[in-house]
């Protein structure tokens, strides 16, 4: 069971979260979803969350006094955190004993997990998206698919008060991460990609268990054409190899069309690929696929 919390001064942003593909694993009781609007950690009679920035300069920046108390209480499970999971939640798996409160399996348990030198590993995780962050990819998918309990602060793009990540460290994993070189308004969307990219690697969120292991990006190259019925629409024939019924071939012609397309659009990534005397024979030239 994977339990996601996101905080965000525009909760109605995420509720994509509740419907296909993850509305399903809810359904099923793989995931968890606490969507929290920051305003309910915010005082005073303008119920602000953010304030001109020291040194000047455009744009507000969020308020440590909010969001420090909001992290607190996701972190806990207490305040605002616990009334809504209350509300929305049917009891059935709500006391189903977290990992680190078995005795015994800690070793098994972290495998596979993102944990750096020093850190708990029994911490959950906390993202905080933004465009000053280091790359999401899809290794930051896998080992945050292990995870129990995945925490999401949204902030406007100006940002937070540096000094709630530093506090943040005390009761999370802390990773601040970007989704491309691109800047929105705010990380709501950013955390409605990286809880897609997250979830669906989660055993029974698809259907069918092989379909992402062949996925572009899980052996480094991007994924080459499919096809499907009928044979020849419109003039154009499906190749005529995929009707070979010789699955090495069918493999080996696959694989030629996924190392082309990723040296014609990302040239880049075959670096981190591990060609053999066939791969590279190809993209040489001097082989045809
Ligand atoms: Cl994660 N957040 C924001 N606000 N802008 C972004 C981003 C994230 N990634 C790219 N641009």
């Not at 939640?89 to 004993?97: G, L």
């Not at 129990?148 to 000094?163: K, L, N, P, S, W």
Request: glycine share 10%.
């Amino acid at each position: 069971m994977l339990r996601l919390d996101v905080v965000t001064i525009f909760p109605e942003y995420l509720d994509p979260l509740r419907h296909a593909l993850l509305g399903k694993a809810i359904e099923k009781g793989i995931l968890e979803v606490g969507v929290h609007d920051l305003r309910q950690w915010a005082t005073g009679v303008h119920q602000a969350v953010d304030d001109s920035p020291y040194g000047g300069g455009p744009g507000m920046v969020m308020l440590p006094e909010v969001w420090g108390p909001a992290l607190d209480d996701v972190a806990a499970h207490t305040g605002p955190v616990a009334a809504a999971a209350a509300l929305e939640t049917a009891e059935a798996h709500r006391n189903v004993p977290r990992h680190d409160e078995v005795e015994g399996i800690e070793e098994q348990a972290y495998l596979g997990r993102d944990v750096r030198e020093g850190e708990d590993p029994a911490l959950p995780l906390l993202i905080v998206p933004t465009p000053a962050g280091k790359p999401f990819d899809q290794e930051d998918a896998r080992a945050w698919s292990n995870e129990e309990h995945i925490a999401f602060a949204c902030g406007r793009y100006e940002g937070i008060d540096d000094r709630v990540t530093q506090d943040a460290k005390n009761r999370y994993r802390v990773r601040e991460v970007s989704i491309g070189d691109y800047v929105l308004i705010g990380g709501e969307v950013a955390v409605l990609v990286i809880a897609e990219a997250v979830v669906r690697l989660i055993p029974g969120v698809l259907g069918n268990r092989r379909s992402h292991e062949d996925d572009s990006f899980s052996d480094g190259l991007l994924e080459g054409p499919s096809y499907t019925k009928p044979r020849s629409w419109r003039g154009l024939d499906v190749p005529e190899v995929l009707f070979s019924g010789n699955h090495a071939k069918v493999d080996r012609w696959r694989r030629d069309q996924a190392l082309l397309k990723t040296q014609q659009v990302r040239p880049e990534l075959l670096e981190g690929v591990e060609l053999d005397k066939k791969d590279r024979e190809l993209l040489e030239g001097r082989r045809d696929a």
